[in-house]
């Protein structure tokens, strides 16, 4: 069955349909990728990143999309590694920080995954790294770049809270000879992983996934807001980081005119950007990447409570190796001197990542609410959400079943209605 997603639009297969026109579109770039020809990845009035058609697609690129896209469901092989029920398959865990006190402060939380990228391409393990920066054009966009030098990672360094399609760039990339390390969103990664597994060229030339732990992508939107209650035009401004010098660091606007004005981590991320995120993270079901190499995540010192605290120090990330290749990888940037690092007990990291963990347990009962009101969800298999549930608290479960409940009746699902 084909539908059209709007009136002068190619028709599209329906999975892929349903992902667009449900809301369920997590923006990765996979379509761009598999069919550049009739894909190309643009901003929508919501302020996030999907994809325009402008032709029908191939039965090849049809299947293709369908395999790979995380809307469409997410499949985790588990391989005969380690799997813990909330962050999943794994081989090491560690916490550390990079060598390079300039990364550290300038990076995100310890500075560890540039301190990891700078490696990679130091040993000359890859020739480039594909992530992605702030754009020089729009300052609170961001656009897919590659790095092939250290000093083009650390300047590419630090969290981008707002859309990003990094799979975008790999038709461009292919058959040039080169290697590169990936570095992207959780679902970003799941439709790479995917894709590598169908596309042996693919495979080749992209031999190492790296991704962080992600709580969700605000629109360009609730970027504006930032600046809205900083009191500064959009249009005077030259840079934007949503994580400056230091950890966590403060959201953090240039002007033109050289001045700087920010606001703390707890209240941009906390009371702004985390409220505007897409419906498609509202019901994922993978925030910590697994089906990456290699994941990074800020390890936040806790307070006497057991909360995270977010009072400025030097950095600390973790580093979670979820495959051999990865664990290889990192003790190969220890052994180079890029990090140091210290084993970390996985028991610990729930309290420090309690919005992870929270998602995790009630995700079930909001699947079943979308469900029940005739709303399209992604198909998940070996992501323990049974067991998961089974930890939540029978408020919480009522609580976020209701919620959605409400959202899915009250108004069209974010995302929903033509492209």
Known sequence: ????????????????????????????????????????????????LRPRFSRELYPAEQAMLSHICPGVGQDVPRNERRVDPIWGPYVSVETGFAKDQGARHQAASGGALSGFLMSLIDTHYVDGVIHVKADLENPLANVTTVSTTPQDILAAAGSRYSPSSPLDILAKLRGDGRRFAFVGKPCDVSALHALRRQDADIARMVPVLVSFFCAGVPSLHAGR????????????????????????GRATATLKDGTRHSMSYARSWGAILSKRVQHRCKICADGSGVFADVVFADAWETDAKGYPSFHDRPGQSLVLCRTETGRDLVKAAQVSG???????????????????????????????????????????????????????????????????MRRASRRAVEGDGPC
């Open 338 to 404: 890029h990090l140091e690092l210290s084993l970390y007990q996985l028991s610990k990291l729930a309290s420090v990542q309690p919005g992870q963990t929270r998602r995790r347990r009630v995700l079930l009962a909001r699947l079943a609410a979308l469900w029940l009101m005739g709303r399209p969800i992604p198909r998940y298999r070996g992501l323990g959400l049974w067991a998961m549930a089974r930890r939540a608290s029978l408020f919480d479960t009522i609580r976020n079943f209701g919620g959605m």
């Open 225 to 248: 807001e930032v600046l809205r209650q900083l009191n500064i035009d959009p249009t005077d401004v030259l840079q934007f980081q949503h994580r400056a010098a230091g950890w966590p």
């Open 1 to 48: 069955m084909r539908f059209r997603i709007h009136e002068s639009g190619p028709d599209l297969p329906d999975s892929i349909s349903k992902v667009l026109t449900g809301g369920l579109c997590a923006g990765c770039g996979g379509c761009a990728a598999v069919a550049p020809s009739a894909a190309h990845m643009s901003v929508n009035k919501d302020g996030v």
